[in-house]
């Protein structure tokens, strides 16, 4: 089983020489083969180039770890909770 928590895309200027749009989605997971665990798959890709970005096997600490370390940068930037 694979199911979809949230998609999306970030926002920087299409035409930034130095940094590319990036796509991402955030799924549960529950068939990773090798994995023998449940596990939170990170995607992420280059705006218009699917199929060629990153896929992370996330275990549940380490999505943990992951959303506590979001939530520490949006709180430096005055964005936290």
Do not use: F
Not at 34 to 40: I, K, Q, Y
């Amino acid at each position: 089983m694979k199911k979809l928590a949230d998609y999306g895309r970030d926002d920087h200027p299409a035409d930034d020489p130095e940094r590319a749009q990036v796509a991402w989605a955030v799924a549960a997971l529950d068939d990773c083969e090798g994995c023998n665990d449940l596990r939170v798959e990170l995607t992420l890709e280059e705006v218009g180039r699917p199929g060629a970005g990153l896929v992370a096997h996330l275990s549940p600490g380490a999505a943990r770890q992951l959303a506590r370390a979001i939530n520490t940068a949006l709180r430096e930037i005055g964005e936290g909770a």
